[in-house]
């Protein structure tokens, strides 16, 4: 067993793990560790020095258990853990800055506008029906209360009471000196729609506006919710308010980073257009993009030429933001294992796979026994 796979999983989620250990030559589970500790794992190496190879996530105790049980072995990070690490840091990154999401696209225009709001409420804030939408009156209300609480001498434990609200939401409201800093989560909510508007509005365009067509057609495309709601998205568009040119993508934190970290061949030219658009308003995510890209080429193709690593890890400690900063001094630290996952081609993906099969072991175990019986199933189940 010369290449072994190691990874966690939950016996009890947030309280209890165990590791699971895979010959990965065969994908088999060789041995089941009662928890995830360093020292229970460089105990089992020791008694196994034909380990050559670990391929494993980036966690810190398969690092450590690995360096002190098998000195030996060569260590491999994982490539899908090394991108969804960095994948995580750059959103972390776009959630400081999503003022700037708020701020609607000029690329392409949102919609024309169909007539003036009410007083003291822009587009965004308005329902269908030109109505305030229920969050963003809940935001402006609560946020009213609780800044005339604090001018009064309340203190923030007492509002909290009063008004029957969390601490930390006080605590929030509290922080924002004005309501528009808490309104961009109000009037950016996600909502089913969000991502066939543009397929919506094309289809329009070419005259199909059946909206019981529609919504079979977008159901084939992965679309979740029902013709109602087709319809209400669909409501302006036949009272005469129809975009002159395609609207926008709803921007959110979670989509601006996956045209971040897509392949740029696969964005659509209005992604790249709106992601463009992002850069020039804000230079951190310019070069959170640059940096993001930059290790996702490398990661993905296994370039390793001219230390390649090294220098993105010294860029990025030179002026890359914090979060990203953050990944690159744990790189730092894990610097040999991402090398050899750029230049070999070992993956942890039997030792996922594994994990997925234990959860469904789980499920049928549910309430029964105890770990001993769970690690036998694992080991003896086909």
Known sequence: MP?????????????????????????RPVDVLADRAAATFASWLRDHPEVRIICRDRAGSFRDGAQAGAPQARQVADTWHLLNNTAQAVERVTGRHRADLRQPLTTVDQRTDDGPTPE???????????????????TRERHKQIHERIERGDSLRAIARDLQLSPGTVNRFARAAEVDELLIAAIHRPTLIDDYRLYLHHRWMEGCTNASALTQEIQRLGYRGDVNTVRRHLKPYR???????????????????????????H???????????????????????????????MVRDRRSEHLALEVWIADVRLDGQRELRTLANGMRRDREAIQATLTTTYTSGAVEGNVTRIKLLKRQMYGRA???????????SP
């Not at 105890?370 to 690690?375: I, V």
């Open 239 to 265: 009272n005469g308010a129809i975009p002159a040119t395609a609207p926008s993508p709803h921007l959110t934190v979670r989509r601006v980073t996956d045209w971040i970290m897509r392949r740029f061949e």
């Open 267 to 297: 964005l659509t030219d209005v992604e790249r257009k709106g992601l463009d658009e992002l850069c020039e308003r804000n230079p951190a995510l310019a070069t959170t993009v640059e940096y993001a890209r930059r290790l996702a080429l």
């Open 120 to 138: 003291g409420h822009d587009r965004a804030e308005l329902d269908i029906h030109g109505r305030p939408r229920p969050p963003v009156a809940r």
């Open 370 to 380: 105890n770990f001993d019986l769970l690690r036998h199933r694992i080991l003896l």
């Open 3 to 27: 290449h072994l796979g190691v990874d966690e999983f939950a016996v009890r989620r947030g309280r209890t793990y165990a590791t699971i250990l895979i010959d990965m030559a065969t994908h």
